[in-house]
């Protein structure tokens, strides 16, 4: 994965009906620990890392880089959005193209925020990169994600095992003017 170049960064902070999209703040550190050392969210990405091991090597601003979002509810961290290049992505279908991933604090799931924040997110995107298409990789059995994705206009390319588990490939076209699909 590589950042996303040719994208103005950063950009105003974006702003929803509930949230704000910004780049990373030395405030923001205490929450990517949390994030980062979250057994609960790394559920299916891995494992979570030690958390003395986040504290000691995360920089003082974490995450500053092109096409990563913080995402902030009432003036504090909830989660990341990420927007990367798939470079090098083993799925060949996936390989070059821009990759959506999405991190939140438990305590913010089930209240749409990580939908409110990928809709904004992509929709940045769409303005930045008209008619790029956006893949996301996400193991079959994280089914909040599942949902998500579909809900995002994600579907399905392929699935394919990796890092011991089912992982799931979707593909989102780039929007059409005025959403009018093309016949
Ligand atoms: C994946 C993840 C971001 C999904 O978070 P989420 O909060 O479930 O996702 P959404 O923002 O779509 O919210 C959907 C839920 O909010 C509820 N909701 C409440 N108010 C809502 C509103 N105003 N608008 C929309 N949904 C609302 C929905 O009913 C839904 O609940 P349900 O799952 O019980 O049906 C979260 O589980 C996470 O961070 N997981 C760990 C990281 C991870 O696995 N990332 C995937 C790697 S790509």
Redesign the pocket.
Same mark, same amino acid.
């Given at each position: 994965m590589e950042n996303l170049s040719s994208v103005e960064w950063p950009p105003e902070p974006i702003v929803t009906e509930r949230l704000v999209l910004r780049v990373s703040e030395t405030r923001d550190r205490a929450a990517f620990v949390e994030l980062l050392a979250s057994p609960e969210?790394h559920t @299916?990405?891995g494992g979570p890392r030690p958390r003395d091991e986040v504290e000691r090597e995360l920089p003082g601003v974490p995450e500053r880089w092109p096409g990563s979002f913080v995402v902030e509810l009432d003036g504090a961290m909830i989660?990341q959005v990420l927007l990367r290049r798939a470079t090098g992505h083993r799925r060949p279908a996936a390989a070059g193209k821009a990759d959506l991933?999405?991190?939140?604090l438990p305590r913010a799931?089930?209240?749409? @925020?990580?939908?409110?924040a990928c809709s904004a997110a992509l929709g940045w995107l769409d303005g930045e990169l008209p008619g790029e298409p956006v893949v996301?990789a996400?193991q079959s059995a994280?089914v909040?994600?599942m949902?998500?994705a579909a809900?995002l206009g994600f579907t399905e390319v392929e699935r394919f095992e990796a890092w011991g588990a089912e992982q799931w490939l979707g593909m989102r076209s780039p929007a059409t003017p005025g959403g009018v699909l093309p016949q």
């Open positions: 969210v @299916y990405l989660g991933g999405y991190l939140f799931w089930g209240f749409g @925020y990580a939908f409110e996301l996400t994280n909040a994600s949902r998500l809900k």
